[in-house]
């Protein structure tokens, strides 16, 4: 047995090449069962964000061949090597719980992270794609996500890209918000915290619109804002100053011809247009129309380095509760025999786990070694 995780982020992959890979929460389910057929995987969890797409799977091996799995997710072929991160044993779960609690996001902390990372596992688990380890995994992601929430301050400031997206308005508007307008299109859970955020800051207008026009009037209400129907956005654009996409759209939703057509009505007043979205909502040739400033979600890391360093203090305390979960999951899922090797029963293995004083380290021994005796996933020298 190996647990793995491979994929993409925004530490290794630019927004151009994230959104061909990403996969939308209506095809996670047959995304899933396609890869874990095509992949010979025993067990598999897409998690598909706007930061990152990754697989997370059983297999009886992988032998360094992860490339080819993300043909199951484009819809056409990729190279996605030079992008690509591997982690293996017990590196794939140290990176599961770092994801799960937001140590891995662009926004240091982030909570949305935790509920996409839920909603994977769920569709995983309800479409059959999991077992015993990945229910484990997953599950045990989830407490330590609480965990760290609880136990230290790593999740207090701006704690969601929707919230850094307001803090960038923020920045464009000298901080005064009181007297723009701002559109919000997507009424999902980032265009929820923008609506959230952009009350906090004054804002004085806000607008939402949203494919389904009932949850765009529920939201607006809730905070003194107007919904909009969707197919009545270019008319609402004609009176916002900002604009935060986060629609959920696997094509975009505001091509240049369209903002063009709306700059007169406006009398060319700037227009700063915020797409927080993956794959994008706004054609990037918008922002070659005069006094247009379109921003995507990498443009966001500037001010996402100002929140890190403030947080830097909390790391060692994240990092000591994810370590101690870590090693508790491994010792359930693969337990110490007697002889002090991990796993029972021999066999070809390409992964070890070997005892180094009172720590468990795993080797990817994908080579084979004469001097090695390989039991199932485990290994010692003989």
């Not at 929460?25 to 992949?39: D, F, H, M, N, V």
Request: aromatic share 6%; net charge positive; glycine share 8%.
């Amino acid at each position: 047995m190996k647990i793995f995780v491979a994929g993409i982020s925004y530490k290794t992959a630019p927004v151009e090449l994230r959104e061909q890979l990403a996969v939308t929460p209506s095809r996670l389910r047959c995304a899933g069962c396609r890869l874990k057929i095509g992949g010979a995987l025993t067990e598999t969890v897409v998690l598909s964000t706007c930061n990152r797409v990754e697989i997370y799977g059983v297999s009886e091996k992988v032998n360094g061949n992860i490339a080819p799995l993300f043909r199951h997710l484009a819809a056409r072929e990729l190279d996605v090597v030079p992008y690509l991160y591997v982690r293996e044993g017990a590196d794939a779960i140290r990176h599961l719980f770092s994801v799960s609690s937001g140590m891995d996001s662009m926004v240091l902390g982030e909570t949305e992270i935790t509920g996409q990372v839920k909603n994977a596992y769920q569709t995983a688990h309800e479409a059959k794609l999991t077992g015993r380890v990945m229910n484990r995994l997953f599950q045990k992601a989830l407490q330590t996500a609480k965990e760290i929430r609880s136990r230290t301050s790593i999740g207090r400031g701006a704690t969601s890209v929707g919230s850094v997206a307001v803090e960038l308005a923020e920045k464009i508007f000298d901080r005064n918000l009181s007297e723009r307008t701002v559109m919000i299109i997507g009424a999902g859970k980032m265009g929820e915290a923008c609506v959230r955020h952009l009350a906090k800051k004054g804002a004085r207008s806000v607008l939402v619109s949203n494919r389904s026009f009932e949850r765009a009037q529920t939201l607006a209400a809730e905070f003194g804002g107007r919904a909009i129907p969707l197919d009545e956005k270019l008319q609402a654009l004609a009176e916002a100053d900002i604009v935060v996409s986060s629609t959920g759209c696997p094509q975009t939703i505001l091509n240049r011809e369209d903002v063009e057509k709306v700059m007169p009505l406006r009398r060319n007043r700037p227009l700063v247009l915020i797409d927080i979205a993956v794959p994008r909502d706004i054609d990037p040739d918008v922002q070659l129309i005069p006094n247009v400033y379109l921003y995507n979600i990498d443009d966001l890391d500037a001010i996402v380095r100002e929140n890190v360093k403030h947080r830097e203090k909390e790391f060692v305390h994240c990092r000591a509760i994810i370590e101690k979960e870590t090693a508790a999951v491994m010792s359930k899922l693969l337990p110490v025999s007697p002889r002090g090797v991990v796993g029972t029963g021999r066999g070809s293995g390409a992964g070890c786990f070997t005892p180094r004083g009172e720590k468990e380290f795993y080797e990817p021994c994908i080579q084979p070694d004469p001097h090695w005796v390989f039991y199932g996933a485990a290994a010692c020298r003989s």
